[in-house]
């Protein structure tokens, strides 16, 4: 028996295996960290993962490269698109990701500022941890434009560009 599935169907499967590959990625490099900070040692990690030891200096090394940062007390994630990721991966229901990213301590977008002052079309860098995050998740589909306006109705940060 075949079982088909709408476009639309797929492309949500297909949203959500996606950002469980991310987060699993992000889980694992924090899993390992925490392994190290509670006293493990290397050689001991790498036995119990079944990896060399060069593999968990590796991975520590490209953690602190990617700027993988541990989870705030009372969010899911360690930034808004995070948190976008964790529930389009179903770690989260919807109620929980809109009170999360409502309440979120957004940075200001410094390189906005920078690029408007000088160059009115010159494309600029995000600032990680500020709202853009939140149009990105929408713009991806990891959120509903109605669970966007529900969070930005609720967050103190305005993007310029709304």
Known sequence: MTITTSPEAALVNARRARARRELG???YIRAVRSAVEAGAGQRDIARALGIAQPS???LLAQADARGV?????GFSGASPYEIAERYAAGDIDRVAMIRELSAW???KNEGLAAAQAEWESTPYP?????????????D???IDGEAYDLI???SDEVPASE
């Open 56 to 58: 968990v200096s590796q």
């Open 69 to 73: 940062k541990p989870i705030p007390e």
């Open 105 to 107: 301590p957004y940075v």
């Open 25 to 27: 990625g992000l889980d």
């Open 140 to 142: 991806e589909g990891l």
């Open 126 to 138: 995000d600032t990680p941890g500020s709202f853009e995050e939140v149009g990105q998740a929408r």
């Open 152 to 154: 930005l109705d609720a």
